[in-house]
């Protein structure tokens, strides 16, 4: 049978397909590209803005409209969440919470009686701890290894603790072994992922956080690096910080950090846990003792009660902030979360505009000073692609795009490379 996947999301999400992928080609299904004639179709949905669970209703829509007849399984935290809403949505078969898609296969299986068929819960106990982590290379450097999933931290604005339950780990010991199958698998960059994997601790026992495991990985032979997916702020200690700045290039040199605002009044009603200033130090810290670190930040624009005051109070931090790019989305609001019932309502859609252009132009400002930095120096690049494959398109450990000026680098391979120029969005690079 044949099957196609799609997916609306975080890179969490991205990864989470993949796996299912996996499952379905383990269990003799061909899997195609969405738009291909198929059997079924797997969309793996998000909810943590209205944006999001937008695309997602109209992907499911698109997938019924385009491909009447086949069997739609609607899979993920917009599934998770709004169920029913989605079960009214005529065409649609099956619906699949997150610790569900542990067994994809049986769910799919039940193609007989009513539809669609609901089956959500489950997802802080032992059924919710999904780990089918991929050992397939299909022509990639990079492979994710999901190391952790659901979040304690319930910040006022954010679903996520309800989609996907209480945080929990993959053992440190199957971690490693996963990890072991996808060097063996030919991947040579493996990205630690999760919802929070700040708050990994191995349930084996004592012992087992992030540092462990990272110090455990940089022991595989064939690994060639490993990257941090996003860290909350509280999740970075000094450990962690010399853990990277004395690993070599086995560590990526690149934190991806949810600063959410500037403002403490607003970081106090978010329920982040820090103030400016304490961010402030933080960047300086990892800044000053990993040098060309490449930092990311998630930034918020519209929270209820943000004002001129504070959201200026956001854009002066950032400037003096040593970052590298950021990720900048609209405040919405969320059934279930503390914020959806503040007694103050969010700036009008035409000032929120107003300040997303005005991050994003300080964002294109960050990238173009921060990629000038590295002119005339050499940077690690792991190039894209498939062994031995000529390519000239890699991938800096500080998270740089870099274009090879000529021939010369094979897919999958590590090259140190010296910088010449920048063609944006891209360094310009030639071998030594």
């Not at 504070?310 to 969320?334: C, G, K, M, N, Q």
Request: aromatic fraction near 8%; include cysteine.
């Amino acid at each position: 049978m044949r099957v196609s996947l799609a997916t609306i999301g975080c890179k969490l999400n991205q990864a989470e397909t993949q796996f299912m992928g996996q499952q379905l080609e383990e269990a003799g299904f061909q899997v195609v590209d969405f738009g291909d004639p198929v059997d079924w179709c797997v969309l793996n949905t998000c909810v943590v803005t209205a944006q999001a669970e937008g695309k997602s209703r109209r992907l499911i829509r698109r997938a019924i409209r385009e491909f009447p007849g086949v069997k739609i399984l609607v899979a993920g935290c917009y599934a998770d969440l709004e169920a029913e809403k989605i079960a009214r949505i005529p065409g649609v078969h099956f619906i699949l919470g997150t610790a569900e898609r542990n067994h994809l296969l049986d769910y799919m299986r039940r193609g007989d009686g009513v539809s669609p068929k609901i089956f959500i819960g489950g997802k802080n106990g032992p059924q919710g701890l999904w780990w089918d982590n991929p050992c397939h290379c299909r022509g990639r450097t990079r492979a994710f290894l999901k190391i952790q999933d659901g979040c304690n931290h319930f910040c006022s604005y954010c679903v996520v603790p309800y989609a996907r339950g209480r945080s929990r780990s993959l053992p440190l010991g199957e971690a490693i072994a996963h990890a072991q199958k996808l060097v063996k698998n030919g991947y040579r960059e493996i990205v630690l992922t999760g919802v929070n994997i700040g708050d990994y601790r191995s349930p084996e026992g004592k012992g087992g956080d992030l540092c462990d495991l990272l110090e455990a990985l940089m022991k595989l032979e064939g690994l060639v690096r490993i990257r941090l997916s996003s860290l909350e702020p509280w999740q970075v200690g000094d450990r962690l910080i010399d853990l990277v700045a004395s690993g070599g290039d086995k560590i990526c040199r690149h934190f991806h950090l949810p600063l959410q605002s500037g403002d403490d009044g607003v970081l106090k009603r978010m329920k982040r846990g820090y103030r400016q200033s304490d961010f402030q130090e933080l960047v300086g810290k990892i800044a000053d003792r990993i040098p060309g670190v490449g930092i990311g930040l998630d930034v918020m624009v519209g929270f209820p009660g943000e004002d001129e005051r504070a959201f200026s109070h956001t854009v002066r931090l950032i400037e003096r902030l040593p970052i590298d790019y950021l990720h900048v989305f609209r405040y919405s609001e969320r059934r279930l979360t503390e914020a959806a019932h503040f007694p103050f309502s969010s700036p009008k859609a035409k000032v929120i505009k107003e300040r997303s252009a005005t991050l994003r132009e300080l964002d294109k400002d960050k990238r173009k000073a921060y990629r000038l930095r590295f002119v005339d120096q050499v940077l690690p690049v792991l190039f894209e692609g498939s062994w031995d494959d000529p390519t000239n398109l890699g991938l800096s450990d500080n998270y740089l795009r870099v274009l090879l000026d000529g021939d010369g680098a094979r897919g999958n391979e590590l090259y140190r490379v010296r910088i010449v120029g920048v063609r944006d969005p891209f360094l310009v690079g030639r071998l030594p």
